[in-house]
């Protein structure tokens, strides 16, 4: 296990990333099935770049299951990484993305056994790919800190719209007279976007337990606090991060990140409170912060901004002992 903020990122990143490719491997898929000719672009050339896509995929779906179980900040067992409904943290949304997982790897094995069962068979086992997209949507939208940001909301927007335009050509195509594929492009992007919202509305920290579930975030609480600090090293400045845990009436889990590029101005911030009871995360930002301790506000999904506020002792010159509150 480390404590290091690059597991956390290295995390969210794999899982994006991985969300991408698959996008273009399921694009690409529908460009092979309705046999259209790319210009420039023959048919060999855009099914080996759809092999090598799906190779991709399951190389950053591996990292990115990797790196979650390495990440301390929200834990996760072997057991709750791959059996659904057995994590504390957004149970369901994380059981949706281990279902897409596991039914990837079953698709990949199908591909690999694609000489020796029936073409027919292959095929509509292969329609399950859709499925693998849909789980991976949900899950992303669900499970992800970062779904409210707007780069991650526009890639969603942008991937949902994309295929749900490609779907409809490729399924009313031969039925129907030629939709142009500018209506199908602004229906998708219309139907991506009402999705996205949609999905984004709905609770995430449900838990899977009716005892975790009936209990809310903590309006306020005072925990005793232990954590390092760590820095990384980057071409154009660092980023500095506190990450521990607080005990007491509810266990939390606390990170700081501090974005420098000089080692005393900070760029950017970003406080992350997790209440191990609900899994629930406040997040927000950073005001204040110094060698006894730091001042910041953040706010639970779709709750009201809570101050939060630490004292602290440095040892050691990087780990930390003392104290954290939070207010309404």
């Given at each position: 296990m480390t404590s290091l903020p690059i597991d956390w990122y290295a995390a969210r990143a794999a899982g994006v990333v991985a969300y991408v490719l698959l996008t273009g491997v399921v694009l690409l898929g529908l460009t092979l099935s309705g046999r259209v000719q790319l210009p420039r672009w023959p048919k060999f050339a855009v099914t080996d770049v759809h092999r090598f896509g799906s190779l991709l995929v399951g190389v950053f779906l591996a990292l990115h299951i990797l790196t979650v179980g390495l990440d301390t900040y929200t834990r996760f067992s072997l057991t709750q990484l791959l059996v659904p409904f057995t994590s504390s943290y957004r149970p369901l949304w994380v059981a949706v993305g281990i279902v897409a997982a596991e039914l990837l790897v079953a698709l990949a094995v199908t591909n690999a056994l694609r000489s020796r069962i029936p073409y027919r068979a292959w095929r509509r086992a292969h329609y399950a790919s859709f499925l693998v997209w849909a789980g991976a949507t949900v899950h992303g939208v669900g499970a992800g800190t970062d779904t409210r940001s707007l780069w991650l909301a526009a890639i969603y927007v942008v991937a949902v719209g994309s295929v749900t335009a490609a779907l409809t050509w490729r399924i009313l195509r031969r039925r129907l007279a030629p939709v142009p594929l500018r209506r199908l492009a602004a229906l998708g992007a219309v139907l991506g976007a009402a999705a996205v919202v949609a999905l984004g509305a709905l609770p995430h920290s449900a838990a899977a337990k009716h005892t975790v579930a009936a209990a809310g975030p903590p309006s306020s609480l005072d925990v005793s606090f232990a954590g390092s600090i760590s820095q990384l090293q980057g071409s154009s400045g660092s980023l500095v991060s506190v990450v521990g845990k607080g005990t007491g009436a509810r266990e939390i889990a606390l990170r700081i990140d501090l974005a420098t590029t000089d080692g005393r101005t900070y760029s950017g911030t970003?406080?992350?409170?997790?209440?191990?009871?609900?899994?629930?995360?406040?997040?927000?930002?950073?005001?204040?912060?110094?060698?006894?301790?730091?001042?910041?506000?953040?706010?639970?999904?779709?709750?009201?901004?809570?101050?939060?506020?630490?004292?602290?002792?440095?040892?050691?010159?990087?780990?930390?002992?003392?104290?954290?509150a939070l207010r309404s």
């Open positions: 970003s406080l992350q409170l997790k209440d191990s009871l609900t899994g629930s995360i406040c997040a927000g930002t950073v005001s204040t912060i110094g060698v006894d301790g730091f001042a910041g506000t953040c706010s639970f999904p779709q709750g009201p901004s809570r101050t939060v506020t630490g004292t602290w002792i440095v040892s050691d010159g990087r780990r930390l002992t003392g104290s954290v």
